[in-house]
């Protein structure tokens, strides 16, 4: 088992039993009709945060207010790695969550470590 990092909206929890799909359809079932490329084992995360900081360069570098009110924030997990995602990303099997970290305080972290 190993610790990931993901960029997490509010708006839905990551459970053991769920499961991912392409953010072009509205559910699993949906995706999993048009064929298995459109699903994934795992949820997209990465092992190493500075990974998910580099993904996610563009977007983390906007303007700080923007990252005040976000509903999103950084799930730090628990998991088993499954394979790679369609980006080349780590999938993890999600198993416990660890904690939440907002996204700003992901990014000074991060910086502060490099």
Known sequence: MNVFYRLQSNSYN???????FSC??????EALKEGEE??????SAFLN????Y??????????EEIWE???????VFKGNFV???????DCAKFVK????????????KIKNNL
Do not use: A, H, M, Q
């Open 14 to 20: 990551i459970t053991p039993s769920f499961k991912s």
């Open 24 to 29: 072009e359809f509205n559910s699993y079932e």
């Open 38 to 43: 459109y699903v994934e084992p795992g949820v």
């Open 49 to 52: 945060p500075n990974d998910l």
């Open 54 to 63: 580099n993904y996610y360069w563009e977007y983390f570098n906007e303007c």
């Open 69 to 75: 009110n976000s509903k999103e924030y950084i799930l």
């Open 83 to 89: 394979g790679l995602g369609g980006d080349n990303e």
């Open 97 to 108: 969550e660890i904690e939440r970290i907002s996204i700003i305080n992901f990014i000074k």
